[in-house]
């Protein structure tokens, strides 16, 4: 994939018809013509620029990783599994109601409700599950809404369509919770600011979340609407292996369906996709394997630490150290992601020197097709 | 308008053709009145109509063109003077019923069938010439040359049809209906009428003539001898008239307006002693002894008239008939290639022909000249293509229209009928319109879409239709597609008025006429009545409307109604004032930028909205602008500010 910003047939060409799209959203919303619906990006009139920003954002168009690094980090490219990192802890919300609904340790709840009641941020874009299990962005204010947003139904959901359609004049702080895909394409804002869209500096902490794989919005949410009674499922969950099993929590107990059986419905873009803990956060946040109601905490920036001394110095969060197991587990599962994604990409393309729409450098990515 | 029921015998009047019309008319002494509107025949009860109450007549827009022409043989049936008017396709429309009305006869009350032709289909989705149905369903048929004749002819028609005892049809083209020219005004008729249907039958005319149960065959030859009769006064009527030397080297055989262009175009050539021009006023059944009497003034006869070549082949089949002694003249017309079998003619196109067949050059101006008179006429039309006014609620329906189909994601498409929204062809309508044909179609070609689902037919149809439409030609086919299940839309723009022919009422609107007012026949009452699902939009929500149309598209299952009201603005307009204020903050406006595009003057076009190229910012067109307030809605960027005004 050359690296000239192309307008939006050539997105819809390149990535959304190709299969590479991630609903992250970021080309959504910012202009009359893209819009995202029912789990589709569609281009609703035609549209004459030639350089679209709806191309520019896109992590699936041509994305420097260093220059990217660099805007946020102040450094290249970390050539690290789980890229740059300050610290890697365990850590869990010492609010009792947020445990309940969190999905593991209720971290990002805790730091998100703190950070608003704080004054840190104005409001936080976040993904909220219906009551029918659809999911769909909020732009929470209150801590109340941030907890209304706790837990993960693993579909995508194309927040940052919400995000760009937010007025652009507005100098309110704004914090963002968002997948590795979604991280990537905030990074790409940063580092290039979008012209006659919200202001990218208004975005003063992005938490990422872990990520193996997302499921289609459309296909997914059609699979669980025959198999179960939506409004009855209070959580869905996917332990951490070997269990192998998609669980949906109701009233009458687990009912769970072979992992195989959901992946099914897996976003293809997501078998293209390097990163895991989305590298580009102020913290990145997963689950802890083997150790229930914790999360792994990867503080990556200034930012990210401060709120995360602040939390545990308000007695918001409690932190422990990672094990050592767990840590090398981690790495170990991020750099099998790397290379799977780039082995896809490299199949794909048909030459190794094409790597879509990931810009690395040769030794790194011959490093990793190694 | 000019007043029609003026009573001043021997004045002259200035009235388009369409008010002569309806003058001859009441001249004539009819009682009863009654039409669909279209273009260009809407003036005739639409002049008929304000003054009905004051004549002591009647007169209706009726639902259809069917109704109105079976409802004005009702009033003949029973004696009374009758009128039926309509545009090309309502013949289309009616012909079922004159080829059986033909057949009985009428009644005692002259029947007469006004057809407006509309060459170069100026306001109309098709182009036809109805002389032919007066040939196939054996029908007297005049055409007047010009707006004395529009009147004078109407009145005598109604004598014709009573002498005959069948309806009787006056054909007229645009350039008649809707031109002016003085008229020199005759009697308006004082007795009172009673209208008494006779059963006992009526042999007047020796011929049987309505109600007699005698088989078909028979009828149709009565009826032949009555077109005999019409023949026989044909042969000597004073609307046939020469004009032109003895001997001519050229004759032109022509009628309606074209007669005006001949003699437009014989002068122009100054050829008057060389050309001669039989205008005929009546045209079927052809009056064959005095063209065939005009013939032998030439060897070369040119053919001159709207659309088809009706004349021009009755004459030619006329003329194997001549003796095999006479001389055969060569025939110019459609058939030969010097003047079109489509589009309306000219007196330039007239020249054109003249000046091929005679071997003239004839350069009516100087090319130059011509180029730069276009020029500067252009320079003041604004750059714009067909589109819907200023605060139209068709555009913010098709605008949601548009917007639903896209994010369906089926490939859904529309289906069209007739009426202002038939511009949905076009950018007007974003270019939604996919099928168009004649009125009703649209829903009947959706009926048929919609039971495809077993050939593996996914995509969505909705099918739109006008409010006055609906209730036209729409209701058989809806029940249609109710019934067998047939999955599809209809979506009835309910602007409450026959807007494109100009806002007459309709069963929706809750007045007739003549300006009675009368229960609404609601449409959502009718579809639900039939087992329809029906959902009333307010098409300037553009939000829900788009979201009710893609819920009801999800959701399948057999026909459905979506009834998108909103008065349209040209009618709002006269009774209120302008909802908004709307201007543009050219600070907010980012024009052509990346996040735009100018999507307000590039692709949802209400003319309201300029595209200013020097500031490079859209702006409002304060002087056509409506305050509709609906571009202020699509604005992404929040450019376009709308303040109650």
């Not at chain 1, 610290?87 to 340790?105: N, P």
């Not at chain 2, 006023?281 to 030439?298: A, F, I, Y």
């Not at chain 2, 300037?540 to 009201?565: C, I, P, Q, S, Y």
Request: with cysteine; glycine share 8%; hydrophobic share 40%.
């Amino acid at each position: 994939m050359d690296t000239k910003v192309k307008d939006c047939k050539e997105l819809l060409n390149e990535v959304v018809e190709a299969g590479l799209c991630a609903l992250c959203g970021a080309c959504a919303g910012g202009c009359p013509y893209l819009v995202s619906y029912k789990g589709r990006i569609v281009l609703l009139d035609n549209c004459t620029q030639s350089e679209g920003q709806c191309y520019e954002y896109c992590p699936r168009t041509h994305t420097d990783m260093d220059a990217i690094s660099q805007r946020v980090f102040g450094v290249p490219y970390s050539e690290d599994e789980v890229g740059t990192t300050k610290e890697v802890l365990m850590a869990r919300s010492t609010d009792a109601r947020i445990k309940e609904r969190a999905q593991y340790g209720g971290t990002v709840t805790a730091l998100l409700s703190l950070a608003l009641a704080e004054g840190l941020l104005d409001s936080a874009i976040l993904t909220k599950t219906a009551d029918d299990k659809t999911p769909s962005a909020l732009v929470a204010q209150s801590a109340e809404e941030v907890l209304q947003c706790a837990g993960s139904n693993y579909m995508a959901c194309s927040t940052l369509e919400t995000y760009n359609r937010l007025p652009k004049d507005n100098n309110r702080s704004l914090g963002i919770v968002a997948m590795p895909c979604q991280v990537l394409a905030i990074s790409k804002m940063k580092k290039d600011p979008p012209q006659n869209r919200p202001t990218i500096d208004n975005i003063k902490l992005v938490i990422g979340l872990f990520c193996t794989w997302a499921l289609s919005p459309d296909g997914f949410h059609q699979f669980l609407r025959e198999k179960l009674d939506l409004a009855q499922v209070t959580k869905f969950d996917i332990p951490p292996p070997p269990a192998n099993k998609f669980d949906a929590y109701t009233p009458s107990g687990i009912i769970s369906f072979p992992l195989d059986e959901v992946r099914r419905f897996t976003m293809a873009t997501c078998a293209y996709c390097l990163d895991m803990t989305a590298e580009f956060a102020d913290i990145s946040v997963g689950s802890v394997e083997g150790i229930e109601g914790w999360n792994t905490v990867i503080v990556r920036t200034e930012a990210g630490a401060r709120l995360i001394e602040m939390a545990k110095a308000k007695g918001k969060l409690e932190t422990a150290n990672l094990p050592p197991q767990n840590l090398a587990h981690l790495k170990e599962a991020a750099l099998l992601k790397k290379k799977r994604a780039l082995n896809e990409i490299v199949k794909r393309s048909g030459d190794k020197n094409d790597l879509l729409y990931v810009g690395l450098s040769h030794r790194l990515a011959n490093k990793l097709l190694a | 308008m000019a007043s029609i029921d003026i009573d001043a015998t021997g004045t002259n009047q200035l009235l388009i053709g369409n008010e002569a019309i309806a003058r001859g008319a009441l001249e004539a002494g009819i009682g009863f009145a009654a039409a669909y509107p279209g273009t260009p025949s809407s003036e005739i009860v639409g002049s008929l109509a304000p003054i009905a109450k004051k004549m002591g007549i009647y007169a209706e827009w009726s639902v259809n063109e069917k109704v109105a022409m079976e409802a004005a043989a009702g009033a003949s049936f029973a004696g009374i003077r009758a009128i039926a008017c309509m545009k090309q396709n309502g013949i289309n429309v009616v012909s079922d019923f004159l080829a059986n009305l033909v057949m009985t006869g009428i009644g005692r009350g002259g029947l007469v069938l006004v057809s407006c032709d509309d060459p170069s289909a100026i306001s109309s989705t098709n182009e036809q010439d109805t002389r032919p149905i007066a040939k196939w369903l054996d029908i007297p048929l005049v055409e007047p040359g010009d707006f004395q004749e529009a009147k004078d002819m109407t009145k005598w028609l109604f004598d014709l049809a009573e002498k005959t005892g069948t309806i009787c049809m006056l054909r007229s083209v645009t350039r008649i209906a809707h031109a002016r020219g003085n008229v020199k005004l005759g009697e308006l008729p004082k007795k009172e009428q009673k209208a008494y249907f006779d059963q006992i039958h009526d042999l007047r005319n020796v011929m049987p003539t309505t109600f007699m149960p005698i088989p078909s065959p028979l009828r149709h030859a009565f009826l032949h001898l009555k077109l005999d009769r019409a023949l026989e006064e044909f042969e000597s009527s004073p609307f046939n008239r020469y004009v032109g030397p003895d001997k001519a080297d050229l004759l032109i055989i022509t009628s309606g307006s074209c007669w005006l262009y001949s003699q437009d175009a014989v002068k122009a050539l100054k050829l008057e002693d060389k050309v001669g021009i039989l205008k005929l006023g009546t045209l079927w059944p052809l009056p064959e002894r005095l063209v065939e009497k005009h013939l032998n003034k030439s060897q070369k006869i040119l053919f001159i008239e709207h659309i088809d070549p009706f004349i021009e082949r009755s004459v030619m089949e006329m003329a194997a008939n001549l003796p095999a002694a006479s001389a055969r003249p060569a025939f110019y017309g459609k058939r030969s290639g010097h003047v079109n079998a489509y589009g309306e003619l000219n007196p330039d196109l007239v020249i054109k022909a003249i000046a091929s067949i005679m071997e003239l050059t004839y350069q009516p101006r100087d090319i130059e000249y011509g180029k730069k008179a276009e020029d500067s006429a252009k320079s003041y039309v604004p750059e714009r293509s067909l589109t819907f006014c200023a605060g139209c609620p068709h555009r913010a329906t098709f605008w949601a229209i548009k917007n639903a189909l896209k994010l369906d994601g089926r490939s859904g498409f529309v289906t069209g009928d007739i009426g202002c929204y038939s511009m949905a062809l076009g950018p007007a309508g974003f270019f939604q319109l996919r099928t168009l044909h004649c009125m009703g179609a649209g829903t009947g070609v959706a009926s048929g879409l919609g039971r495809l689902g077993q050939f593996g037919f996914k995509q969505p149809v909705l099918a739109v239709v006008g409010d006055s439409t609906f209730y036209h030609a729409t209701i058989p086919a809806l029940i249609n597609g109710i019934y067998n299940q047939s999955d599809f839309i209809l979506v009835i723009l309910d602007n409450g008025a026959t807007a494109m022919t100009g806002f007459q009422p309709h069963p929706g609107t809750g007045t007739t006429a003549m300006g009675e007012s009368a229960k609404v026949v609601s449409m959502e009452d009718l579809c639900r009545s039939l087992g329809a699902r029906v959902e009333v939009c307010d098409p300037f929500d553009l939000t829900g409307t788009t979201a009710t149309l893609l819920e009801m598209m999800a959701e399948g299952g057999g026909a459905k109604v979506a009834v998108m009201r909103r008065e349209c603005e040209l009618v709002r307009g006269r009774k209120e004032k302008t909802p908004y204020k709307v201007h543009v903050d050219a600070d907010e406006c980012i024009g052509e930028a990346c996040g735009c595009d100018r999507l307000c003057t590039r692709i949802f076009l209400c003319p309201g909205l300029i595209w200013d190229k020097t500031t490079g910012k859209s702006k409002i067109d304060e002087v056509i602008c409506t305050g509709c307030g609906v571009c202020a809605d699509i604005c992404p960027q929040g450019a376009i500010i709308k303040e109650a005004a």
